[in-house]
C-alpha cells in the first residue's frame, strides 16, 4: 500500500509566482482533504472532495487558491500569485467512506521568498 | 459547532514515565474520536480512535477511553520512550464524517 502521495516534497518559490502541489490519493478512498499548518495557526483544513466533488471550500483563504480533482486518483491545490505569508507545510489526506479516519500524506514544505 | 481542545504543551518527560494529554470535546450526536501523531518532518499518523462511548482504542501503548459524561478522549501511556518524541493531536469527527476537527497539537519530549 502507497499511501497517500504529494509532490513535490519540497517546494521554494518567489513571491507572486504560480505554485501548483499534487496529491495521489490512496487508491479506493473517496474523499481527499487539503490542510495547511503552521506555528501560528497550527492544521488547518483548506478544502474536501467527495467523490471528487468540492464538498466545503470555507478554508480557503482567499481567491489566489484554487483546488481540483479532475479524477479520484489525482488533486492539485495551486497558488496564484503566491506570497510569503503562503509559506506552510500543505499536507493531503485521503478516506474511505465506511470509515471516518483520514490517511495523510507526507506534506509539502512551500516558502515563499 | 463542534470543536476539540487539547493540552497546551510543550510536555517534558524523562524516560519511562507516566504521559497524560487532556482532550475534551464539544460535539452533537455522537462523534468518533481520534489521536493522531506527528514525528518530526512526517505527516500525521492515526494513533488509535474509538467511535462510541466507553471504547478505548489502543496502540503501541497508548490508549484512550472514550467518556461521553465528561466529553473527554484523553492520552495515557504507562511509560513513555525517547522514539515517543512527537506532536500528538486530538481530532473529532462528525456523525456523518463529514466534519472533521483538530486540536491545536502537544508536543512531547521525552528525555533519556
Known amino acids: 500500500d502507497a499511501g497517500v502521495i504529494q509532490s513535490p516534497r519540497h517546494e521554494v518559490t518567489e513571491m507572486g509566482q504560480e505554485v501548483t502541489l499534487r496529491c495521489k490519493p490512496i487508491?479506493?478512498?473517496?474523499?481527499l482533504f487539503w490542510y495547511r499548518q503552521t506555528m501560528m495557526r497550527g492544521l488547518e483544513l483548506l478544502i474536501y472532495?467527495?467523490?471528487?466533488?468540492?464538498?466545503?471550500d470555507s478554508g480557503m483563504p482567499e481567491d489566489r487558491f484554487s483546488a481540483k480533482m479532475p479524477n479520484a486518483s489525482f488533486s492539485t491545490l495551486k497558488i496564484q500569485p503566491s506570497e510569503p505569508r503562503d509559506s506552510a507545510v500543505y499536507f493531503c489526506?485521503?478516506?474511505?467512506?465506511?470509515?471516518?479516519?483520514?490517511?495523510f500524506g507526507p506534506g509539502t514544505r512551500l516558502t515563499v521568498t | 459547532g463542534d470543536s476539540v481542545t487539547q493540552m497546551e504543551g510543550p510536555v517534558t518527560l524523562s524516560e519511562e514515565a507516566f504521559l497524560t494529554i487532556n482532550c475534551t470535546y464539544t460535539?452533537?450526536?455522537?462523534?468518533?474520536l481520534f489521536w493522531y501523531v506527528q514525528y518530526p518532518g512526517e505527516g500525521l499518523q492515526l494513533l488509535l480512535k474509538?467511535?462510541?462511548?466507553?471504547d478505548k482504542g489502543s496502540n503501541k501503548g497508548f490508549e484512550a477511553t472514550y467518556r461521553k459524561e465528561t466529553t473527554s478522549f484523553h492520552l495515557e501511556k504507562g511509560s513513555v520512550q525517547v522514539s515517543d518524541s512527537a506532536v500528538y493531536f486530538c481530532?473529532?469527527?462528525?456523525?456523518?464524517?463529514?466534519?472533521?476537527?483538530f486540536g491545536t497539537g502537544t508536543s512531547l519530549t521525552v528525555i533519556p
Open positions: 481530532a473529532l469527527s462528525d456523525l456523518g464524517g463529514n466534519q472533521f476537527y
Open positions: 489526506a485521503s478516506r474511505t467512506g465506511n470509515t471516518y479516519e483520514q490517511y
Open positions: 487508491s479506493g478512498h473517496n474523499s
Open positions: 474509538a467511535t462510541k462511548a466507553d
Open positions: 460535539a452533537t450526536g455522537y462523534p468518533s
Open positions: 472532495f467527495n467523490n471528487n466533488v468540492p464538498i466545503d
